[in-house]
Nanobody, 124 residues
Framework: QVQLVESGGGLVQAGGSLRLSCAASGGTFSTYALAWFRQAPGKEREFVAASSWSGRSTHYADSVKGRFTISRDNAKNTVYLQMNSLNAEDTAVYYC?????????????????WGQGTQVTVSS
């Protein structure tokens, strides 16, 4: 069983930056992929970014490409999401997710474990 705990959310002005963290416990961190999703009020949960088990392969939603960076530190059992040039459309609850797989996918149904989420609010 894998437990995921996100942190780092908050209120930021448009154009600003935040770094989210997701600490994992249980399982063997270096053997599974990790992803970030987000859900805005009244909208479905959407894919943001993912990293393979090694971190050498990553994938981003078009809406965040060039602004967000996913990275992982397998020694610390932590995955990060660096978010730059934030805008109001990035306001959402951000979730960390892990599958029982070394590789990733860009749909929520692929993932077996989820964190509780962290709120990111961007003021314009």
């Amino acid at each position: 069983q894998v437990q995921l705990v996100e942190s780092g959310g908050g209120l930021v002005q448009a154009g600003g930056s935040l770094r989210l963290s997701c600490a994992a416990s249980g399982g063997t961190f270096s053997t599974y992929a990790l992803a970030w999703f987000r859900q805005a009020p009244g909208k479905e949960r959407e894919f943001v970014a993912a990293s393979s088990w090694s971190g050498r392969s990553t994938h981003y939603a078009d809406s965040v490409k060039g602004r967000f960076t996913i990275s992982r530190d397998n020694a610390k059992n932590t995955v990060y999401l660096q978010m730059n040039s934030l805008n109001a459309e990035d306001t959402a609850v951000y979730y960390c997710a892990a599958p029982r797989d070394r590789e990733y996918a860009d749909y929520a149904g692929f993932y077996d474990y989820w964190g509780q989420g962290t709120q990111v609010t961007v003021s314009s």
